[in-house]
């Protein structure tokens, strides 16, 4: 078990340019979740895949905004005509989504951009 | 709408003695509360969780106190260690079909040796 993965770590890209990260979280995991962090802040809930079913997306996820979970495997979140906001860290999570008790989420390591 | 609050930003404590970290919320419909720490550069990693309907659970040197009439829960890290410096998140579960997670803004943790 490796646990959840991000690539790349670090982004930095111009206003304007369209960015994709990609998430592999654990391979048993049906649940996965993508998240956004600013400095100061907790990680804030973007949206979540069951298995390659995206079932909920936050409304901070502006139409910039498209995630993926081709065969409910990895996942992509694409942010199309990035802007200056929208730096912050990209955090993935998977859960096994089993259970009446909040299941672990496990997070990966994330995913910085940068947009100057 | 902050539904989570963690009101100190930091907290440093010598080693061996007690960490009290502290959070508060607004929403009545959370069932679970959790516990994270982060280190830097790493990902949050899940530390304890508690059901609304308990006060305390106990893990190890943790324990989680809810008061639910106070809507306030505590982290007690006893005896402190060096190790445990990190950003501590609380954090509660809206009970969704998919275990949706609402997070504080985090307690930055020291433990002095």
């Known amino acids: 078990d490796t646990g959840v993965s991000q690539d790349p770590r670090h982004k930095i890209t111009k206003r304007g340019q369209n960015v994709t990260f990609r998430c592999d979280p654990i391979s048993e995991h049906n649940r996965l979740y993508w998240y956004r962090q600013t400095l100061g802040q907790g990680p804030e809930f973007l949206t979540y895949f069951q298995n390659e079913a995206q079932l909920e997306k936050s409304r901070l996820l502006s139409d910039r905004f498209s995630a993926e979970r081709p065969k409910g495997s990895f996942s992509t979140l694409e942010i199309q005509r990035t802007e200056q906001g929208d730096s912050a860290m990209y955090l993935c999570?998977?859960?096994?989504?089993?259970?009446?008790?909040?299941?672990?989420?496990?997070f990966g390591p994330g995913t910085r951009l940068t947009v100057t | 709408d902050q539904q989570v609050k963690q009101n100190s930003p930091s907290l440093s404590v010598q080693e061996g003695r007690i960490s009290i970290l502290n959070c508060d919320y607004t929403?009545?419909?959370?069932?679970?509360f959790l516990w994270y720490k982060k280190y830097p550069a790493e990902g949050p990693t899940f530390l304890i969780s508690?059901?609304?309907?308990?006060d305390k659970n106990e893990d190890g040197r943790f324990t989680v106190f809810l008061n639910k009439s106070a809507k306030h829960l505590s982290l007690h890290i006893v005896p402190s260690q060096p190790g445990d410096s990190a950003v501590y998140f609380c954090?509660?579960?809206?009970?969704?079909?998919?275990?949706?997670?609402?997070f504080g803004p985090g307690t930055s943790l020291s433990v002095i040796p």
């Open positions: 929403n009545s419909m959370f069932d679970y």
């Open positions: 508690i059901s609304s309907i308990k």
């Open positions: 954090a509660a579960r809206v009970k969704t079909s998919y275990d949706k997670v609402i």
């Open positions: 999570a998977s859960s096994p989504g089993a259970g009446e008790a909040p299941n672990e989420q496990y």
